[in-house]
């Protein structure tokens, strides 16, 4: 071994092999597994469900969707989540959709977000009962919402009142991606209004999406990153129904004026969405998770434990 005189850095005369250690973790990974949590909110009839059933290519979730013009809507009435492994080359994704009621819904909507942000709390209060437990599991399993999919509804004018409340209430607790919902229903010009509109309203909230950015970015993912943040909220459409394109199977919607390709940018969004959740960010919405949102909620509860000892201490005895 020798130092180069540039770099400081010893130069090795001979192959030692510890650069085999990314494929000692990778073998370690694929064995356990990963798992990746996915909340939706939004108002009823938006198509959350046959959103994440097209991210994902798999029926995850049943539409609530009305079949025929009569028939009254369904709702989702209490926060449901359903566990899927979904298997990709050997790879194995415990995909966990916390489906969520539609807020909004009501005739009064005070707090209705409540039991929405409740539940992401409690998963890290779980989490965290389970790290503090004196013979704790080696593996923890992870149920705090990685992930959470906002869906606006395409009205082309601009945010609810109560969409901002939520917003605020929810980018203090988890990562939240926002989608405008249904967007076939915007003509080109509508949706690129509707999107201007949002940004402006969510930089004048001070609403913090997601992703954030950080001091270990690099160039390429700075410049990611930016893509990314130009193109939210993604202008979406969801369908499981497959159809038939120049000859080539593709999902996507049948009406009157012609052919909806989910899967076509030109149509809408939802290709950079999806490539988004899954092929570029899927980890590090995962590591945000943990690094930032729990630990602020880990910090917060060990400091108020830690106050209450101190109160109790100081009090006198009798």
Not at 37 to 56: A, H, P, Y
Not at 183 to 201: P, Q
Request: with cysteine; net charge negative.
């Amino acid at each position: 071994m020798s130092l180069d005189a540039e770099s400081t850095q010893p130069i090795l005369q001979s192959y030692v092999g510890f650069d085999s250690i990314t494929s000692q973790i990778e073998k370690k990974l694929l064995k356990r597994g990963f798992q990746f949590n996915v909340m939706v909110v939004g108002q009823s009839g938006l198509g959350k469900s046959t959103l994440v059933n097209t991210i994902f290519a798999s029926h995850l979730i049943d539409s609530k969707g009305r079949t025929q013009p009569d028939e009254p809507t369904r709702q989702t009435v209490e926060i449901h989540s359903f566990t899927e492994t979904v298997v990709e080359n050997g790879v194995k994704l415990r995909l966990n959709i916390v489906d969520t009621p539609g807020y909004g819904d009501q005739v009064n909507n005070e707090n209705c977000w409540e039991p929405i942000i409740k539940y992401i709390k409690d998963q890290h209060s779980s989490f965290l009962r389970k790290e503090l437990t004196a013979m704790r599991d080696r593996f923890i399993q992870d149920t705090r919402i990685h992930c959470c999919l906002f869906f606006i509804s395409p009205t082309g004018h601009s945010l609810k009142p109560i969409d901002i409340v939520v917003l605020k209430k929810l980018t203090e607790v988890v990562n939240v991606v926002p989608v405008i919902a249904k967007s076939d229903s915007l003509t080109i010009e509508e949706r690129i209004a509707f999107k201007h509109r949002i940004k402006e309203e969510m930089a004048f909230h001070n609403i913090n999406l997601y992703p954030y950015g950080s001091d270990e970015d690099d160039e390429q993912d700075n410049a990611l990153n930016e893509s990314i943040q130009d193109l939210i909220p993604f202008a979406v459409v969801g369908s499981e129904k497959t159809i038939v394109v120049d000859g080539k199977t593709v999902r996507g919607r049948q009406n009157r004026w012609g052919v909806i390709n989910v899967e076509n940018e030109n149509h809408c969004e939802f290709i950079h969405l999806r490539n988004f959740l899954t092929r570029t960010h899927l980890q590090d919405l995962i590591e945000t998770t943990a690094m930032i949102h729990y630990e602020s909620f880990r910090s917060k509860q060990l400091l108020a434990l830690k106050e209450s000892g101190s109160q109790q201490q100081q009090q006198p005895h009798h």
